[in-house]
T-cell receptor, first 113, second 113 residues
Framework: ETGVTQSPTHLIKTRGQQVTLRCSSQ?????VSWYQQALGQGPQFIFQ???????GRGNFPPRFSGLQFPNYSSELNVNALELDDSALYLC????????????FGPGTRLTVL | GENVEQHPSTLSVQEGDSAVIKCTYS??????FPWYKQELGKRPQLIID?????GEKKDQRIAVTLNKTAKHFSLHITETQPEDSAVYFC????????????FGGGTRVLVKP
């Protein structure tokens, strides 16, 4: 059984650019949730993907979008980057319908200059 | 939507003493309350969770209590050790709605040897 992995580890972009972050879910998990963690704060829910469909969204603008693939891995895309998008982006995988414990990946640290 | 408040934001204890972190939530439909530990530069890790049909749960030196009427829950760490030093986050969610977590702001715990 493998844990949740994310790539890349770190990323530096400039304002206005676009970024794609990737997440591989834990073996056997079918749901991926994405969170944004600003420095010194708790993670904030961005959205969740289940069976390749968005299954709920937090208070984030449409320039945050995502995908889930048949193997349950997922991507987070952010367009028109803003300075405030600088944060640690965490994905968490879980098994829908079971105890639903979420297991987090190591995160991608995004810096927007 | 759900709002989770967490107190205190920082907590300094002497090794061997107890630490208590308190959280309140706003949505009475929330029924799942996990606690995560996040060490510096690492992913959040689930340390204990409680569901709304249970008032208390214990796992070795950590315990969580839930008061559904008052909408608050607490984490208790006994016999603290230096390796307990980390940031702790409480969270709340509705399991039937996909378990999208709303996190508190975190408590930085420092255990002094």
């Amino acid at each position: 059984e493998t844990g949740v992995t994310q790539s890349p580890t770190h990323l530096i972009k400039t304002r206005g650019q676009q970024v794609t972050l990737r997440c591989s879910s834990q073996s056997g998990h079918n749901t991926v949730s994405w969170y944004q963690q600003a420095l010194g704060q708790g993670p904030q829910f961005i959205f969740q993907y289940y069976r390749e469909e968005e299954n709920g969204r937090g208070n984030f603008p449409p320039r945050f979008s995502g995908l889930q693939f048949p193997n349950y891995s997922s991507e987070l895309n952010v367009n028109a980057l803003e300075l405030d998008d600088s944060a640690l982006y965490l994905c968490a995988s879980s098994l829908q319908g079971a105890h639903n414990e979420q297991f987090f990946g190591p995160g991608t640290r995004l810096t927007v200059l | 939507g759900e709002n989770v408040e967490q107190h205190p934001s920082t907590l300094s204890v002497q090794e061997g003493d107890s630490a208590v972190i308190k959280c309140t939530y706003s949505d009475s439909a929330s029924n799942y309350f996990p606690w995560y530990k996040q060490e510096l530069g690492k992913r959040p890790q689930l340390i204990i969770d409680i569901r709304s049909n249970v008032g208390e749960k214990k796992d070795q030196r950590i315990a969580v209590t839930l008061n559904k009427t008052a909408k608050h829950f607490s984490l208790h760490i006994t016999e603290t050790q230096p390796e307990d030093s980390a940031v702790y986050f409480c969270a709340a969610s509705i399991q039937a709605a996909g378990n999208k977590l709303t996190f508190g702001g975190g408590t930085r715990v420092l255990v002094k040897p």
